[in-house]
């Protein structure tokens, strides 16, 4: 049944009947995956979808050298690996978990069964793509138009909320090579912005929790 919850609840399948999510879960299995550790690679043949049903992971690409770029983070409800099994081609992302997973699985052929009996998921699947196609068109943005230090006030206030004191606080607990992964920057340009923030009294980092004290510098 808890299985059941979780797929309605997910984005591409809210739309189906009880009976239809019902046949979608006899075809899923369940796997947990531990904390710090890869789902699968960027160059990876595609054999499955993927719904996150606990836990959270990382979506990065990396360069020859080794050096991260930190796309996104998903959550519990968040779902990943549709767009290899979509178009046959290797996976375009590495997804790590930051925590122990649990996730809803499907495998290609049921996936492509689904989509051919149900229109609904498919619109909603081409919905998703053009959802991850702007944000990924904004990172683009950001990278070509704003300098690292935009890029990071950027981050830190959507990712914020306002406390009952007015200060803003980063929810997501971030260490300095997150950020610069995050960023496209280095870790040591990130702790020299970081440290002139904190002297100037804009904002304070206790355990990797970041508070903003006082609207940020327009430049640094």
């Known amino acids: 049944m808890e299985i059941i919850d979780n797929i309605k609840k997910n984005q591409l399948f ?55 770029l930190i796309l996104s983070t998903l959550q519990a409800g968040d779902n990943f690996g549709e767009l290899s099994i979509i178009d046959d081609n290797p996976r375009s992302a590495n997804i790590y978990t930051l925590e122990n997973c649990i996730f809803i699985i499907l495998q290609k052929a049921d996936f492509y069964q689904i989509l051919k009996q149900n229109p609904v998921v498919g619109i909603n699947m081409i919905k998703s793509l053009c959802q991850r196609i702007r944000f990924i068109t904004s990172i683009a943005h950001d990278l070509a138009l704003l300098d690292i230090y935009g890029r990071l006030v950027k981050l830190l206030l959507e990712n914020s909320t306002a406390d009952e004191s007015g200060h803003r606080i980063v929810t997501m607990p971030l260490t300095q090579q997150e950020i610069a992964s995050r960023l496209g920057g280095s870790r040591e340009m990130v702790n020299q912005i970081l ?18 004290k006082q609207k940020l510098p327009p430049a640094y």
Do not use: C, H, Q, W
């Not at 789902?39 to 993927?50: C, H, L, N, P, Q």
């Not at 440290?195 to 903003?212: D, H, P, R, S």
């Open 14 to 68: 809210s739309d189906l009947s009880d009976e239809e999510i019902k046949l979608i879960a006899g075809l899923a299995t369940v796997k947990t995956i531990p904390k710090n550790s890869f789902v699968f690679s960027e160059g990876d043949s595609a054999s499955s979808f993927y719904m996150i049903k606990e836990g959270r992971v990382n979506v990065t690409v990396t360069n020859e050298d080794g050096k991260e």
């Open 195 to 212: 440290n002139a923030l904190k002297k100037g009294g804009y904002l304070t980092v206790e355990n990797k929790i970041i508070t903003i």
